[in-house]
């Protein structure tokens, strides 16, 4: 098992990123950092996510990932340049072209994690500024072969039992 751990617009805080780090280094084997950190990407806070571009960063970062992990293709982006906003249609044929097993995507601020033809695309909301809900958070995928579990955690480390959700993928 491997574990994934997501977390997207954090509009320049920088404890809580060290806190989430080193709170789950000991289990988790790759943090993402989906964009709109407002961090320089040397800053220490930021260091140890693979970061991708949000609409306000700056800095050197790419604004597309396509790691392979546990022998699943991510895809990494903020999410602007696909208006995620208004739907996922954009992201899911960028998805399709680049045969991405999971997406993760910030922008919305907006938790949620929904498969769309044996892909999963996942927003983690915000640890800053939620939309939709009240809960800052952040998302540990378990992937397992072909399933993947999906933990929500609150800024502050408190699990939210009642968000997990399991997929199975393509």
Known sequence: MCKVLIVSDSHGL??????????????????????????????????????????????????????????????????????VKSSLMKLKFKAQEVNADIVCFGHSHVLGAELVDGTLFVNPGSIRLPRGHFDKTYVILELNNDSVTMKVYEVNGRELPSLARGFVLK
């Open 14 to 83: 920088t404890k809580e990123l060290e806190v989430i780090r080193e709170r789950h280094s000991q289990e988790v084997d790759l943090f993402i950092h989906c964009g709109d950190s407002q961090l320089m990407p040397d800053h220490k806070a930021i260091t140890g996510y693979l970061t991708v571009a949000g609409n306000c960063d700056f800095g050197d970062y790419p604004l597309e990932l396509f790691p392979n992990v546990a022998g699943k293709k991510f895809f990494i982006t903020h999410g602007h340049h696909y208006s």
